[in-house]
Every structure is written in C-alpha cells, then in structure tokens.
C-alpha cells in the first residue's frame, strides 16, 4: 500500500469512496474536481495493488496559521486497516510543511471510529454544529489539533 499525491486521473475512484461513504451528503464531483487541482489544498490517494482504497484532502493556504482536514475516506471493506491513520498523519506532514500550527476538521457526531481517530492523534473537541449534516439531522464534532505540539510528539 502507498500514499501518493491525488490527480485529476483519480477523480472517477475517489468519486465512488466518497459516494459509497456519504450516501446523503457526498460532494459534488464538480466541487471534488476543483478541490483537486487548487494551490491551496492537497488531496492524497491510498493505493493497493494499483486499486485506490481511500483518499483524504487538506485545506491550507501556504503561510496561513491554520489548516482545514476536509475528508478522509476509505473502501467499507478496507476500514479499521489503520489506513486512516496513515492518511490523516500525511495530511497533517503536509499541514505542517505549508506553515501551519492549527489543523481543524468536523466529524459527524455519529461516526464514533472516525471522532476516536482524531482524540487518539491530539485534536481535542472544542464545539458542536447543532444539525450541521444535512438532510440528516446530524451535529458536527468540530476538533482542532495544536500542529507543533503534535510534530513534536510525532518526531520523539
């Protein structure tokens, strides 16, 4: 398995994880489009065998103090691998690189695998989005991670 840069190539698989993974509330694959080829993100792939088993995408503008996780996803099959992990850990390299010190990211109140991820990695809790997905009904976990703190604890 590796983690690579995502291209426009991979738009087609990572269009099928996010709608596998978001029935109700996937991204539009124009949005998903965009997402891959702006400056100020990056989208990363998990590949296995040549087969794209997961994707994840960061917001951070080069500079800026504070980043944005905007989605991590894998195959249902291939979750609890610890493949997450890797990706999340990638996201946050690259958060660090481009000049970050704060990464933030929301998580569905009803994804518990996902929200012990992030507890597990630092982010602490620090509000509730009351109803935030929709049409479910679901509030929004919003997290933040203290980005230098976790680089240091990362490289001890």
């Known amino acids: ?4 840069i995502a291209t426009p190539a991979d738009l087609d698989a990572i269009m099928a994880i996010e709608n596998d993974s978001f029935p109700t509330d996937a991204w ?4 998903m489009a ?3 080829v702006t400056e100020h993100g990056r989208y990363l792939v998990d590949e296995d ?14 500079g800026n103090a504070d980043a944005d996780i905007q989605t991590i996803a894998l195959l249902e099959a291939r979750r609890g691998e610890g493949r997450g992990r890797v990706l999340l850990r990638a996201l946050l390299a690259e958060a660090s690189a481009r000049g970050a010190r704060e990464v933030f990211l929301e998580v569905r109140a009803d994804n518990p695998g996902a929200e012990s991820l992030y507890l597990s990695e630092g982010f602490d809790e620090i509000a509730r989005r009351l ?3 929709q ?3 679901v509030d929004a ?3 933040k991670l203290d980005l230098r703190a976790w680089t240091k604890k990362a490289t001890a």
């Open 1 to 4: 398995m590796s983690v690579r």
């Open 28 to 31: 539009s694959t124009e949005s």
């Open 34 to 36: 965009a997402e891959l």
């Open 49 to 62: 065998a040549g087969d794209i088993i997961g994707y994840a995408g960061l917001r951070s503008i080069r």
């Open 131 to 133: 109803h935030y997905y």
């Open 135 to 137: 049409p479910d009904n």
């Open 141 to 143: 976990i919003v997290m």
